[in-house]
């Protein structure tokens, strides 16, 4: 014997379960979207390092072009005091005594984290936005500034980081960290 009413009472009853599963599992869905949206939000400064910012223009490659043969360096008297010396031309911007001149770009150091890394205008995340991606590998002239940061937004682990002031090979000066580069290997 079977009850009529019974089942028509039980498939009431599975029709509102199976509503109320499935407000619950839109919720959840909106639950979770909700707080990956925060946390990402809140990673953010730390991440952009990592991830590259789509308003981010990477340095087109310069071409090379083999060096130019030069003259020997002429025998001169050395300049008066407060006298400048003149520079060669070319790319390797010597002085006439063969000495190399401060605006000479020679790498020291050169980018080393599997990915490029953002040249900001100070130590810090928080210095403002990225001048430049230097990717990776790229050669640095190390500028003798380092200055080290207590960073909120960093990690437990390295709160206080280490940052370096550096030029690249186009002229760009900003500050990278300490753990993003090595010395420099022709």
Do not use: K
């Not at 083999?66 to 002429?74: A, D, M, W």
């Not at 430049?132 to 500028?143: C, K, S």
């Amino acid at each position: 014997m079977t009850d009529s009413g019974l089942n028509q009472r039980l498939r009431q009853r599975s029709r509102r379960s199976g509503l109320m599963i499935g407000v619950s599992m839109a919720l959840t869905l909106m639950l979770c979207v909700g707080a990956f949206t925060i946390i990402f939000a809140r990673l953010e400064p730390i991440v952009s390092d990592f991830v590259g910012q789509g308003d981010i223009v990477l340095p087109t490659p310069v071409p090379t072009q083999p060096p130019v043969p030069t003259e020997p360096p002429v025998a001169t008297e050395p300049p008066a005091e407060g006298e400048e010396t003149p520079t060669s031309g070319g790319d390797n911007q010597t002085n006439s005594n063969g000495s190399i001149s401060p605006n000479a770009f020679v790498p020291d150091f050169q980018t080393d984290a599997g990915r490029s890394v953002n040249l900001r205008p100070g130590p810090g995340i928080s210095s403002g936005e990225p001048i430049v991606a230097v990717p990776n590998g790229a050669p640095l002239m190390f500028l003798g500034d380092e200055e080290q940061t207590s960073d909120p937004t960093a990690d437990d682990m390295n709160p206080d980081q280490v940052w370096m002031r550096f030029r690249t090979q186009d002229g760009e000066e900003g500050w990278i960290r300490e753990i993003d580069v090595i010395e420099y290997q022709p």
